[in-house]
């Protein structure tokens, strides 16, 4: 079955940077991208871009331009993405989530999300 | 950027009642690439609907969409116990992906 695994909680200092991982199986990675998004205290849901698991293509939310870069290592079939120069506001759940890139075009999978807590 | 915006903020109904909740985008939906997701506390989004009006797999047909354009529409038409959640709508037709603020489904 599909399944999304992400790494552990993070606790950074304001100005740090963090990477989380996201590794995948059950199908096939080259096939889908991964996309990532995030929810803050009590906010909505907050998409910041995507890897395409084919190839190295990304796009991010301008919001995240210049602070965020997503990649993908095909031989573990794993996703990160790493948020730069981190700030109070930043403290969220980070998800990461495939999209059905043959069929809905949706995030049809999710990980069971990231705890980043930004605090000096 | 499209803003999605959820109405009503609160949802507060009995189990067997009917649910209808509201997405309404800033722009148009383009190809009506415009999904729908439950959230429960703790735990990730689940797509219950895409396209506007395909339910994703192992969906209960209680669910169902429709709309097209700037406006749509979530029913459920009968509460089940574990439909009380969140709500989310999200459109994909073009980038910034954007998600609307939700919709709480409380129990009355």
């Known amino acids: 079955q599909v399944q999304l695994v992400q790494s552990g909680a993070e606790v950074k200092k304001p100005g740090a940077s963090v990477k989380v991982s996201c590794k995948t199986s059950?199908?096939?990675?080259?096939?889908?991208?991964v996309h990532w998004v995030r929810q803050a205290p009590g906010q909505r849901l907050e998409w910041m871009g995507w890897?395409?698991?084919?190839?190295?293509?990304?796009d991010y939310s301008r919001k995240f331009q210049g602070r965020v870069t997503m990649t993908r290592d095909a031989s573990a079939s794993t996703v990160y993405m790493e948020l730069s120069s981190l700030r109070s506001e930043d403290t969220a759940v980070y998800f990461c989530?495939?999209?059905?890139?043959?069929?809905?075009?949706?995030?049809?999978?999710w990980g069971q999300g990231t705890l980043v807590t930004v605090s000096s | 950027e499209i803003v999605l915006t959820q109405s009503p903020g609160t949802l507060s109904l009995s189990p067997g009642e009917r649910a209808t909740l509201s997405c309404r985008a800033s722009q148009s939906v383009s190809r009506s690439y415009l999904g729908w997701y439950q959230q429960k506390p703790g735990q990730a989004p689940r797509l219950l609907i895409y396209?506007?009006?395909s339910r994703a797999t192992g969906i209960p047909d209680r669910f169902s969409g429709s709309g097209s354009g700037t406006d749509f529409t979530l029913t459920i038409s009968r509460l089940e116990p574990e439909d009380f959640a969140v709500y989310y709508c999200q459109q994909y037709g073009s980038s910034p992906r954007t998600f609307g603020q939700g919709t709480k489904v409380e129990i009355k």
């Open positions: 396209g506007a009006s």
């Open positions: 989530s495939r999209v059905d890139s043959s069929g809905s075009y949706s995030h049809d999978y």
């Open positions: 059950g199908y096939t990675f080259t096939n889908h991208a």
């Open positions: 890897v395409n698991g084919g190839n190295d293509g990304t």
